[in-house]
Structures are given as C-alpha cells and as structure tokens.
C-alpha cells in the first residue's frame, strides 16, 4: 500500500514536501510517480521517479520548481516543491508501477497555495 502526505496550506512562493510511502513490503522494483489532480480538472503527472532512482521526469510547470527523490531504506519517494503557486494546488497522489506488476495509487494528499 502506497500513503501520501506532507501536504498542507502555503503561500504562494512557499515550500512544502510530500511524501510517498510503502507499506506491507518493498516498492524497490517500482517507479514511483506523482500526480495531481485541481477540483474540476482531470488528474495530470507531475513528476516520476525511475525504479534505480537515476532517471527522473518532470511536467514542464513544474521543471526547475520541484525534485523527486527516493530513499530505498525508508521505502519513501519525496516530492519537494518550492516557488509554489496558486495554480499547484490539488490533491497529489503517487503511484507505483513495474512492467508486468498492478499498479498501486495513494490515497492523495492536499496541497494549497494561497495568492
């Protein structure tokens, strides 16, 4: 099982640091991703993690903002954003997957920017 949190109520310009973690065995083999989704809108990605941890991907609003992590010990994948805006605000969720695996949703953490 997958739980989000650390999300929370900033400013815009804050930071905030939201994290994934697995329960009920190891989610070394997975790539973790994180998505979100704004009231009315559909759930888009945000940013992903590969299953060593040498490759990550960002959505173009979030390059040079946000960093993904991963801390195998902890089987824990951050998200750290900063420079946040109001437009990041949303229920972000994780989600684990490996080729030939289920895959495996969070149940979403909310994040709010106020302007």
């Known amino acids: 099982q997958l739980q989000a949190s650390g999300g929370g109520l900033v400013q815009a310009g804050g930071s905030l640091r939201v994290s994934c973690v697995a329960s009920g065995g190891t989610f070394s083999g997975y790539a973790i991703g994180w998505f979100r989704q704004a009231p009315g809108k559909e759930r888009e990605f945000v940013s992903s993690i590969s299953r060593s941890g040498g490759s990550t991907d960002y959505a173009d609003s979030v390059k040079g903002r946000f960093t993904i992590s991963r801390d195998y010990a902890k089987n824990t994948v951050y998200l750290q954003m900063n420079s946040l805006k109001p437009e990041d605000t949303a229920v972000y969720y994780c989600?684990?997957?490996?080729?030939?695996?289920?895959?495996?949703w969070g149940q979403g953490t909310q994040v709010t920017v106020s302007s």
């Open positions: 989600k684990a997957s490996a080729p030939g695996l289920p895959v495996y």
